[in-house]
């Protein structure tokens, strides 16, 4: 029923000490289960890359496989104009291979023991294909360094950039250093398999616009200033009808990721599931104090600018594609598309006003922008093929929101003021695994050790495909292991739990959503807060809990194990809620429920004090709790004492005679309430470590 945001240091009880290492093997420090762990294992589960380093010498050579005719550079350039296959060997110590095929063209790069550093551009550079395949072949190390002072436009933002769908493959291992952005970056898709593969970048290591899927290989993505593995589009493709901006990590993929920022960012789905043959992947995710490897916030080679229309405008035109153009002074040009951001309102008086903004970047070294707006569903931008257009201008360094005061698009003009749209740049995000609509685990052995939430889905974003996020988490299977400087699992809406096995080690409030629903799974959560909290939101606030089992520990303070600001319902499984306190008056309590609490079937243990009474049938129920701490609640069914006085129950192991019911107290708890379906009326005892304490 609470929800606060108090800066760890101010709460000391999740430390972090960032200790010197130079390898993969990171030790921090942190509070969980009551105990002070020590070791927080960050060390790599990929293989590296960087082990089968290698001398890489010789003449440097792309040569035609088919015509075994070898490309001519030119002043540095390797150009590869047609599709085919070629291998490259050697060293490049200043140059890049230039892909510049046709639209529908499929080009394979054999790497096969090369070394490409580039201080111009991009070591490879795909201005226009249909696919790309690099592929580290067998046996072969190979290294790709980006060594440019600064990007100035998206087109070559990555060591390895490429506008086409992109494959990395092979079965050698590849290195690549992105000293200025990102590592690997496609505008488009990015597939990754059996690699041995290394990434080292100040912003995104692996970026894939429109999805990035690993089914295989040993990889090691590491960010010192940026996300780790990310999608950028959350649209429809118009030639596919594909939803775009998933994450898939399938099969037998080892994936290590350290990032400053998110170790993966969706801006759709993330999905973690075993392939065909049911091969499961492994996923460690670091972010922020524990990534050995963060540093600053990378510095974004362009500024981003707003646009902003008013609600009739966007309306009217909210199907339509929105683009800039940009242009210096010797009349060069890059296009950015304009991406819808978010919805505001203002007031004044008793009037209401809702505004659209729409996002873009600004390319660092232009002076002039034009705005246009095209058909829906384009993709590639024209200065002569559009609904309508402002007729450009000079750009306002010091306004960043353009305002959209008139569309026609009888005469095809757009009209608008400029204005400052504020924006925090102070805060940044630092989770796990994020996506901006669902989380979907079915299988694999994920560890996620973050500053933020460990695993998070939003359900307040504007999706490009005119959705909004359903902010939902779907765990049904795997080995989900987290420590989170905040929530263990949040969901902005529904948190479904039906199978796995998830490991709240350390966390503020460990399992978070709207609306949490238990059926399945094993659950053990430590939490500094509330243990599980189903939150406030905009759908009907409960926890409800149908089977599985689930371990909830809290810390002594304000906290409470299991917190539900609507309604508690439990039909079947298992729940063991604990906390400490010696309070008795119910603020500070094993359960806390705002509305109705049902206990139908299963069973619940609480340790410690209940807030409130559960309306319970089909079970037996017995209390040893003090009047304060119970309502006035006491014995079997209301039959009878132990109402009148306050008991403790020390550390030890407990049974329920003639039940399976067993649970374990690594510290003393002020009162015991248990309610389960395999219990009668009378005829049990409660045993500690193997001795009679009670008998009903």
């Known amino acids: 029923m609470k929800k606060r945001h108090i800066l760890l240091g101010t709460l000391g009880v999740l430390s972090i000490f960032t200790l010197a290492s130079c390898g993969f093997s990171n030790s921090k420090t942190a509070t969980a289960n009551g105990t002070k762990?020590?070791?927080?294992?960050?060390?790599?589960?990929?293989?590296?890359?960087?082990?089968?380093?290698?001398?890489?010498?010789?003449?440097?050579?792309?040569?035609?496989v088919s015509t075994g005719t070898a490309i001519t550079a030119s002043n540095g350039v390797y150009t590869i104009s047609a599709a085919g296959e070629y291998d490259v060997t050697g060293l490049l110590s200043e140059g890049y291979i230039l892909v510049a095929a046709g639209e529908d063209d499929e080009v394979i790069i054999n790497l096969l023991g090369t070394s490409i550093t580039s201080a111009e551009n991009s070591p490879i550079l795909v201005t226009s294909a249909g696919q790309v395949d690099i592929s580290a072949k067998a046996d072969t190390y190979n290294v790709l360094t980006d060594n440019r002072e600064s990007v100035d436009t998206d087109e070559?933002?990555?060591?390895?950039?490429?506008?086409?769908d992109l494959k990395i493959k092979g079965n050698g291992a590849l290195v690549i250093n992105g000293n200025v952005n990102n590592g690997i970056h496609s505008s488009?898709?990015?597939e990754i398999k059996n690699v041995t593969l290394k990434v080292t970048a100040?912003?995104?290591?692996?970026?894939?616009?429109?999805?990035?899927?690993?089914?295989?290989?040993?990889?090691?993505?590491?960010?010192?200033?940026?996300d780790g593995i990310k999608t950028n589009n959350s649209d429809i493709s118009s030639s596919t009808s594909k939803q775009r901006g998933t994450i898939t990590i399938t099969g037998s993929a080892v994936v290590d990721v350290y990032a400053k920022c998110d170790a993966f960012d969706a801006a759709y789905d993330i999905v973690v599931e075993a392939d065909a043959d049911g091969n499961e992947p492994t996923i460690g995710a670091y972010t922020d104090e524990y990534s050995e490897y963060s540093g600053e916030i990378a510095e974004s080679s362009s500024t981003e600018g707003y646009m902003r229309l008013s609600s009739s405008y966007y309306n009217s035109y909210k199907n339509y594609v929105f683009a800039a153009y940009f242009t210096d002074n010797s009349g060069n040009g890059v296009w950015e598309e304009i991406k819808y951001k978010t919805a505001q309102s203002t007031t004044s008086g008793r009037s209401s006003t809702t505004y659209y903004y729409?996002?873009?970047?600004?390319?660092?070294?232009?002076?002039?922008?034009?705005?246009?707006?095209?058909?829906?569903?384009?993709?590639?931008?024209?200065?002569?093929?559009?609904?309508?257009?402002?007729?450009?201008?000079?750009?306002?360094?010091?306004?960043?929101?353009?305002?959209?005061?008139?569309?026609?698009?009888?005469?095809?003009?757009?009209?608008?003021?400029?204005?400052?749209?504020?924006?925090?740049?102070?805060?940044?995000?630092?989770?796990?695994?994020?996506?901006?609509?669902?989380?979907?685990?079915?299988?694999?052995?994920?560890?996620?050790?973050?500053?933020?939430?460990?695993?998070?889905?939003?359900?307040?974003?504007?999706?490009?495909?005119?959705?909004?996020?359903?902010?939902?988490?779907?765990?049904?299977?795997?080995?989900?292991?987290?420590?989170?400087?905040?929530?263990?699992?949040?969901?902005?809406?529904?948190?479904?739990?039906?199978?796995?096995t998830i490991n709240v080690v350390s966390s503020y409030e460990g399992l978070e959503g709207n609306v949490i629903n238990i059926s399945g799974g094993t659950s053990y959560v430590y939490a500094t807060d509330d243990g599980?909290?189903?939150?406030?939101?905009?759908?009907?606030?409960?926890?409800?809990?149908?089977?599985?089992?689930?371990?909830?520990?809290?810390?002594?303070?304000?906290?409470?194990?299991?917190?539900?600001?609507?309604?508690?319902?439990?039909?079947?499984?298992?729940?063991?809620?604990?906390?400490?306190?010696?309070?008795?008056?119910?603020?500070?309590?094993a359960v806390d429920c705002d509305s109705t609490w049902k206990i139908t079937g299963g069973t619940f243990v609480a340790a410690g004090c209940i807030c409130t009474t559960p309306s319970t049938s089909n079970v037996g129920t017995k209390s040893y709790q003090s009047s304060s701490g119970m309502g006035g609640m006491g014995g079997f069914g209301g039959m009878g004492g132990n109402s009148s006085s306050?008991?403790?129950?020390?550390?030890?192991?407990?049974?329920?005679?003639?039940?399976?019911?067993?649970?374990?107290?690594?510290?003393?708890?002020?009162?015991?309430?248990?309610?389960?379906?395999?219990?009668?009326s009378s005829g049990h005892t409660l045993y500690k470590d193997g001795s009679k304490l009670y008998s009903w």
Request: net charge negative; charged share 15%.
């Open 358 to 500: 729409y996002t873009y970047d600004i390319p660092s070294g232009y002076t002039n922008v034009q705005f246009y707006m095209f058909a829906s569903g384009t993709t590639e931008y024209s200065t002569s093929s559009y609904v309508a257009t402002d007729g450009g201008g000079t750009i306002n360094t010091n306004k960043n929101l353009y305002v959209i005061t008139s569309v026609s698009t009888s005469s095809s003009k757009l009209s608008g003021d400029w204005s400052t749209y504020t924006t925090s740049s102070s805060d940044y995000s630092a989770k796990g695994l994020k996506a901006d609509n669902e989380i979907n685990i079915s299988a694999g052995n994920i560890t996620a050790v973050a500053s933020d939430d460990a695993i998070h889905a939003n359900g307040d974003v504007a999706l490009e495909n005119g959705s909004t996020g359903t902010g939902n988490v779907y765990i049904s299977g795997g080995n989900v292991t987290l420590t989170s400087g905040d929530d263990g699992v949040h969901a902005d809406k529904y948190l479904n739990i039906s199978g796995g």
């Open 188 to 190: 488009k898709d990015l």
């Open 37 to 64: 762990v020590t070791n927080v294992d960050t060390e790599a589960q990929a293989n590296d890359a960087e082990k089968y380093e290698t001398e890489i010498t010789g003449d440097f050579s792309v040569v035609n």
């Open 646 to 680: 306050s008991y403790s129950f020390s550390k030890g192991s407990y049974t329920v005679s003639d039940t399976s019911i067993s649970f374990d107290l690594t510290t003393t708890y002020y009162g015991l309430y248990i309610a389960s379906d395999e219990m009668s």
């Open 202 to 226: 100040i912003n995104n290591a692996i970026k894939g616009n429109d999805s990035v899927t690993i089914e295989s290989g040993n990889i090691i993505a590491i960010s010192t200033g940026g």
């Open 532 to 589: 599980v909290n189903a939150s406030s939101g905009s759908l009907t606030t409960t926890l409800k809990v149908s089977g599985g089992f689930l371990d909830v520990t809290v810390c002594s303070g304000d906290t409470d194990a299991i917190d539900s600001n609507g309604t508690i319902t439990q039909s079947g499984g298992t729940i063991i809620a604990r906390n400490p306190n010696t309070d008795t008056s119910g603020n500070m309590a």
């Open 156 to 164: 070559g933002s990555g060591a390895i950039y490429a506008k086409a």
